[in-house]
């Protein structure tokens, strides 16, 4: 891969501004790293900002990092702008000439794209006169690990900041489409381990042991009655377990089982009430199987909640980007967690979609993800236009 992701100066022409946002993209798809290990990617992005004049640079963190593009007066609200950068546990299939090199690993959620569209909005600001007050911008690691943005939060890089924006690459919509929508966009995810304690012994004679994996496959099964026969079905829920693990041989009934899973909602009376029956149903396998069972509650996203005044800007920067035909609602709320919801808890904000289907290409998470590249471009613009206009209504 040659070096066309080094900045050298202004753009003759948009042609040769995409062509720098594309290379930026696929040096760090190649070099896809995971949550809190971002150390090349923030190390690019560093030199990136060195390159582009921006000398407010602080890490947050370990791999975080906070750039400012200075304003007229440090006393405004200050806008800020959010891209996420790490990358997943997946080998990826793609076959991309710029598939990942890093073994194991791969951005299979879009996120080497968002933190192109953020240089490239930084590039575009950087072009207009100073603006109103200051712009933070914002390129967080972990989104992945659920925690990210939190951490990013705890180290203060809100401070003074009135309004947030982000975006998120999604190939159900056309490239050249925009999501906006006020009101929530992302659900709660609430993530849980359940640990099953039995008695180990011999498979020939079940009858002296207690056996934890039987207990735990009958536990899974009865937790999908929460959603089918507890939650009103006019609102969303879902309870997934990803991870099962119990045994030791084929000849030893097991003593332990160990459950991962996460419960998806969309309003805080379904949540309570799955949660709550989630409980439930851990406790009464306990006296139903005679085992010991208990219930860890690990890391909990809040709902991704778009405040009007940070839709109504959006709206108006999509409609500059894309034009009346290209800005649309998603539709329902996504059952997705993203922790771009921490932001919003403590100022207002909203996160939109990019359209970026691309033919043949496979669904986020999976090992043959991608999206159309023309996407970078619609997000780099938007990303300014958030801020811009957000700024421009200050008084």
Known sequence: MNNDWQYKGPFENEQDFFKWLTSLRRWIHQHAELSYQEFQTAGFVRQRLDELGISQVEMVGETGIKAVIDGKDSKLPKAALRADMDALPIEEGTGLSFSSINRGVMH???HDGHTAMLLGAIYLLQQDQQPPADIVCMFQPAEEHGNGAKMMVENGVLEGVG????GHLDPHFATGQI??????ICAFADQFQIKVKGR?????????SIDALVAASALVGNLQSLVSR????NHAAVITIGSFHA???????AEEAVLDGTVRTTDIATRERVLGGLKRMVDSAASMYGVKTELIMIDALPAVINTKPAADIARQAALKVAGPDGVISQGKSSLGGEDFAFYQQQVSGCMVRYGAALPGAGVAHSNTFD???????????WLAAAAR???????
């Open 108 to 110: 299979a959620c879009g």
């Open 163 to 166: 309004a947030v924006f982000g």
């Open 179 to 184: 999501t906006v929508d006020e009101g929530i």
């Open 200 to 208: 180990g012994g011999h498979a020939a004679r079940p009858h002296e």
């Open 230 to 233: 507890e939650v009103d079905p």
């Open 247 to 253: 045994g030791t041989a084929p000849n030893v009934i």
């Open 371 to 381: 999206f159309d590249e023309q996407a970078l471009l619609i997000g780099a613009k």
């Open 389 to 395: 206009l957000y700024l421009g209504g200050l008084r």
